[in-house]
């Protein structure tokens, strides 16, 4: 299968062309060109989906082994169950 790549400036002329090539059993792949950024975007602080995160509190896990009999060993058995 031979490949041709073609660039528009124009959207309303790339629809043309692509209703046109339909009618000839074209397959047509449509690429959304990749921006380019420099380094990596920081999500807004505001804007975390993780709602806890904004008033942690590490005190309300503090305990929460107490009076358990459970060894190190077992809790790697249930967590990893088959990969151990």
Do not use: C, Y
Request: aromatic fraction near 8%; charged fraction near 35%; proline fraction near 5%.
């Amino acid at each position: 299968m031979q490949e041709v790549t073609l660039k528009f400036k124009n959207n309303k002329a790339m629809e043309a062309l692509l209703d046109f090539a339909k009618k000839f059993d074209v397959v047509v792949e449509k690429k959304v060109p990749i921006q380019k950024t420099k380094g990596t975007p920081k999500p807004n602080q505001d804007q975390l989906p993780i709602t806890f995160a904004k008033h942690a509190d590490v005190t309300a896990l503090a305990g929460i082994w107490k009076d358990r009999e459970i060894s190190l060993e077992e809790l790697r058995k249930g967590a990893w169950a088959d990969r151990i």
